[in-house]
């Protein structure tokens, strides 16, 4: 069964940088789109951002610009760097893995087309 593992979570003043990781137990990592999605308190969960097997890459619009995901195939690991944090970027960051081959905004941003998930990493940004 695919485990997903994040880290580097943690508590930061606003305007500065958190990197998160997700590890992934699986050896098709490469072959699939990773995502990331965060809960803040008393929201529902949303997506953050996506990268496909050839590195092709997506962004909510609340953090283009400030997040770039990327993954390194070779350590079953999807990164994301968050710089220029807000308060509201305050949030439990998933990753999560989608089987779906085609990389289309459409369908990065679903969360029912990803069918496993970490347990999540905590982020807290201080205002």
């Known amino acids: 069964q695919l485990q997903l593992v994040e880290s580097g979570g943690g508590l930061v003043q606003a305007g500065g940088s958190l990197r998160l990781s997700c590890v992934s137990s699986a050896w098709t990592f490469g072959s699939y789109t990773m995502g990331w999605f965060r809960q803040g308190p008393g929201k529902e969960r949303e997506f953050v951002a996506a990268?496909?097997?050839?590195?092709?890459?997506g962004y909510a619009d609340s953090v283009k610009a400030r997040f770039t995901i990327s993954k390194d195939n070779s350590q079953k690991t999807v990164y994301l760097q968050m710089n220029s944090l807000k308060a509201e970027d305050t949030a439990v960051y998933y990753c999560?893995?989608?089987?779906?081959?085609?990389?289309?905004?459409?369908?990065?941003?679903?969360?029912?087309?990803?069918?496993?998930w970490g347990q999540g990493t905590q982020v807290i940004v201080s205002s």
């Open positions: 999560a893995r989608t089987r779906t081959n085609v990389f289309s905004e459409s369908k990065y941003v679903r969360q029912e087309l990803y069918d496993a």
């Open positions: 990268i496909s097997r050839n590195g092709n890459t």
